[in-house]
């Protein structure tokens, strides 16, 4: 069946730094990709997506990478803050379904 | 802009109680609502998802049921909980079916 990954479940970077958060899909027929954040005792917050027309989207700070002939995409968080400490998932949208990979926690040290 | 609320935010109820979940977003007309938990601070699982009013899709047979009785209000219920039904309960809305889900603050659900 289809699925989402990501390859590392905690991630911990200086802050400042720059972060990677790395996602890996299954299925090829997935043509859009979406980034969520959630801070403890929150519900997920939307970061930025990408639809599979395009390899690269930038946003405040985040650019998000997409390689469909690996089936990979990349979150890149520059100049990483202690605000950004929270887990991250890559989210799969599928006929309306989001498909949730098992979240990558970030944590920044001072 | 658009607004969506859950409520309570924690929940602590025994073992065969009911259970009412509620969620109402603001802002849009239409939305489409969804219904998922997440165990453990991980990956979030589907429950239900409704396209319009009256209108429910479940994705997994459960101890659950969805109702969406106004058109931004999305209910989840329980006639009687299980020590497995604890969790934390997300509501998300979105435009349509092709756009991005955004999510409520969730209900932490105890079962004692």
């Known amino acids: 069946g289809e699925s989402v990954g990501l390859h590392l479940p905690t991630l911990s970077v200086q802050e400042g730094d720059n972060s990677i958060i790395n996602c890996a899909y299954s299925?090829?027929?997935?043509?859009?990709f979406i980034w969520y954040k959630q801070e403890s005792g929150k519900g997920p917050q939307f970061i930025i997506d990408?639809?599979?027309?395009?390899d690269k989207r930038q946003g405040q700070r985040v650019t998000v990478l997409l390689n469909k002939t690996v089936k990979h995409l990349s979150l890149q968080i520059a100049a990483t803050q202690p605000g950004d400490s929270a887990v991250y998932f890559c989210?799969?949208?599928?006929?309306?379904?989001?498909?949730f990979g098992q979240g990558t926690e970030l944590s920044v040290k001072p | 802009s658009q607004t969506i609320h859950q409520w309570p935010a924690t929940l602590v109820q025994p073992v065969g109680s009911p259970l009412s979940l509620e969620c109402t977003v603001e802002?849009?007309?239409?939305?489409?609502l969804y219904w998922y938990r997440q165990a453990a601070g991980r990956g979030l699982q589907l429950l239900f998802y409704?396209?319009?009013?009256?209108?429910i899709s479940s994705e997994v047979p459960q101890n659950l049921s969805a109702s969406r009785p106004q058109d931004r209000q999305f209910i989840l219920s329980s006639k009687k909980l299980l020590l497995s039904d604890s969790g934390f309960y997300l509501c998300?809305?979105?435009?349509?079916?092709?756009?991005?889900?955004?999510f409520g603050d969730g209900t932490r659900l105890s079962i004692l």
């Open positions: 998300a809305w979105s435009f349509s079916t092709g756009q991005p889900q955004h």
């Open positions: 299925n090829s027929a997935s043509d859009y």
């Open positions: 990408i639809r599979s027309n395009m």
């Open positions: 989210a799969d949208l599928q006929g309306g379904k989001l498909i």
């Open positions: 802002g849009t007309s239409n939305p489409n």
């Open positions: 409704s396209v319009g009013i009256g209108q």
